[in-house]
Each structure stands twice: as C-alpha cells, then as structure tokens.
C-alpha cells in the first residue's frame, strides 16, 4: 500500500522559511519522479516542483524558482521541499505527489500539509 505522508508545515511570518519533509512508503521510491503541489484557498492545484528519480535534475514553477529546493534521500525514502523568504502569496496546502518517471504523470498524492504565511 503506496503512502505519501506530508510534514513540516505550519505559520510563519513573511520572510520566513519552512521545510517540508514527505516520507513514502509501499514502492521502489527510486524508480519514481517526485513532486511538490499546492492548492490555495479558492484555486485549483498549483505544481510548484520536481525532482526526478535519480535526484540529479530539479525543475521549480516560476514562482517559487531562486526561493523553493527540492532534494530526495533515496536510501530513506524521503522527498524535500525547502522553502525561504515565504510570502503570503505561499500560502497553501502543499502536497507530496509520486510521479511515472517517463511521463510525469500522477501516481499518487498525499494528504497534504497546510503552510500560512501572515504577519
């Protein structure tokens, strides 16, 4: 049974920075792309980020790029999502999706984790 379990999120002053930890289970995490998502209140699912299974190549959404890193530890399983200088406009919940390597597609989704970013 494939799990994506989100941690790390929480409220944090503009400025300020995060780190998102998604520990995955039931699959060979190394044979997978993995990404970062967001949903704001009121809007559809935003990518912000990927990271292919390897760990070598990393790809960000204009809006978080120079701000967001992604990184993975393939013998622990585990995906990343560093993330500095927030603004409000981060604001969302953040999930961990597995993805298909070759093309990208959606495997699974965690269930998310809520980041608030307000002074």
């Known amino acids: 049974q494939v799990q994506l379990v989100e941690s790390g999120g929480g409220f944090v002053e503009p400025g300020g920075s995060l780190r998102l930890t998604c520990a995955a289970s039931?699959?060979?995490?190394?044979?997978?792309?993995m990404s970062w998502v967001r949903q704001a209140p009121g809007k559809g699912l935003e990518w912000v980020s990927d990271?292919?299974?390897?760990?070598?190549?990393?790809a960000y959404a204009r809006s978080v790029e120079g701000r967001f890193t992604i990184a993975r530890d393939n013998a622990k399983n585990t995906v990343f999502l560093q993330m500095n200088n927030l603004t409000p406009e981060d604001t969302a919940v953040y999930y961990c999706?597995?993805?298909?390597?070759?093309?990208?597609?959606?495997?699974?989704r965690g269930q998310g984790t809520q980041v608030t970013v307000s002074s």
């Open positions: 999706e597995q993805r298909t390597s070759s093309t990208g597609l959606t495997v699974n």
């Open positions: 039931g699959f060979t995490f190394s044979h997978y792309r």
């Open positions: 990271i292919d299974h390897s760990g070598e190549f990393a």
